[in-house]
């Protein structure tokens, strides 16, 4: 068994061990979008000129923001999380003499949440198409899947960037909480970016989870306009630079704590 398998397999037996969690966990996202199913109907049969541009149904609109908002927190916290959490035990140094490598562990660490993050996603588009009726344009699936990935590459960069960070400093970093909140606030997840203020507007392309979130629209929505796909598209692709960036900061991380000789500490 590989080292990604072995802290699969031990992350899945601890959540599956609180079954109760685990069912609930998932089938609460059922009622979230029962919730946005109704909040929605308070706006149908409206014109709103800020949705016009996505074929102006909101339900798709929420849907799909929604559902890309579910992986910025589990992907940005899972490896810095495994990090502390091995830190504090006392087994971190124990593993990082194993024939594992330092980055193996510390990415391993945190699949398990990467891939519960990318199943309630695809759970919660699924729910939204077949039982509520979003209107997507399911030939555009593979393109869909395709901005997944690119945000699971960002997200998963940002979060070895926080591994690293605990890693060589021994403490929590506060930047991905503020990335969370700001991408929340300002990447159009729950309205579109058009409605803020002038100031707030332009932060909006600064994150990855607007272009995300904005490409995934046009693409996916029936009657969306598809004339910015390929801005959001590159901008989309210049950000998957996080990934190896966030790879080589978790590289240099061990490296200094090896030799500073903290490895042991917490």
């Not at 080292?3 to 969690?21: C, I, P």
Request: net charge neutral.
């Amino acid at each position: 068994m590989n080292t990604a398998s072995a802290f699969f397999m031990r992350d899945f037996q601890v959540a599956w061990s609180y079954r109760f969690s685990f069912f609930f966990q998932n089938a609460s996202l059922l009622f979230s979008v029962i919730t946005l199913y109704f909040v929605s109907g308070l706006l149908e049969g409206s014109e709103i000129a800020a949705l016009s541009q996505y074929g102006g149904d909101y339900f798709s609109f929420v849907l799909l923001g929604t559902g890309l908002s579910l992986l910025a927190y589990p992907l940005t916290k899972a490896f810095s999380a495994g990090v502390r959490a091995a830190q504090v035990s006392g087994t971190f140094e124990a593993m990082l003499i194993t024939r594992a490598t330092g980055t193996g562990i510390v990415i391993s660490s945190g699949m398990y949440s990467v891939a519960i993050a990318c199943v309630q996603l695809l759970l919660t588009w699924l729910i939204g198409a077949v039982i509520f009726g979003a209107e997507f344009r399911l030939t555009q699936i593979p393109l869909l899947l395709g901005v997944v990935a690119m945000t699971v590459a960002i997200l998963v960069g940002i979060g070895l960037l926080s591994a690293a960070f605990v890693i060589a400093f021994k403490q929590s970093e506060p930047f991905t909480g503020a990335f969370v909140a700001g991408s929340l606030l300002v990447s159009g997840i729950m309205y579109p970016t058009s409605v803020l203020p002038r100031w707030l507007e332009v932060v909006s392309p600064l994150l990855p989870l607007t272009h995300a979130a904005e490409l995934s629209r046009f693409l996916f929505i029936e009657g969306a306009d598809t004339s910015n796909v390929g801005m959001h598209f590159f901008a989309l692709l210049g950000f998957c630079s996080l990934l190896p960036i966030g790879v080589f900061a978790l590289r240099r991380s061990l490296d200094f704590a090896r030799q500073a000789g903290s490895l042991s500490q917490y």
